[in-house]
Nanobody, 128 residues
Framework: QLPLVESGGGLVPSGGSLRLSCAAV????????IGWFRQAPGKEREGVAC????????YNEDSLKGRFTISRDDANNTVYLELNSLRPEDTAVYYC?????????????????????WGQGTQVTVSS
């Protein structure tokens, strides 16, 4: 299974914005449910948002506050996660992943497994 490739992370001040990208090689993202997760130091990996193959979007409670937006660009075979109003507690490695089965994008914003292979992630660091 081919992992997805994340990019777009970086160091930003509190209140700043980033757009993370999730690209695939060898298959089309539009045929899969795709999710973004993050893992902060010393914490468990948590779901942030997901988008179904039909384009339905779901967000976790924090993302529902309007700070994060997930989207998909079929022409570029890329899924994005836009992060706005960033806070120091958003500091984490962000991962995108595809679900192997349909109907895996939960209303909680967490993509259900089983999953394809995890990639390296992209580091987001928010300074206070």
């Amino acid at each position: 299974q081919l992992p997805l490739v994340e990019s777009g992370g970086g160091l930003v001040p509190s209140g700043g914005s980033l757009r993370l990208s999730c690209a695939a090689v060898g298959f089309y993202l539009k045929y899969y449910d795709i999710g973004w997760f993050r893992q902060a130091p010393g914490k468990e990996r948590e779901g942030v948002a997901c988008i179904s193959s039909s384009g339905e979007r779901q967000y976790n409670e924090d993302s529902l506050k309007g700070r994060f937006t997930i989207s998909r660009d079929d022409a570029n075979n890329t899924v994005y996660l836009e992060l706005n109003s960033l806070r120091p507690e958003d500091t984490a490695v962000y991962y995108c992943i595809r679900a192997l089965y349909d109907d895996s994008c939960s209303i909680t914003g967490t993509l259900a497994g089983p999953y394809g292979d995890w990639g390296q992630g992209t580091q987001v660091t928010v300074s206070s």
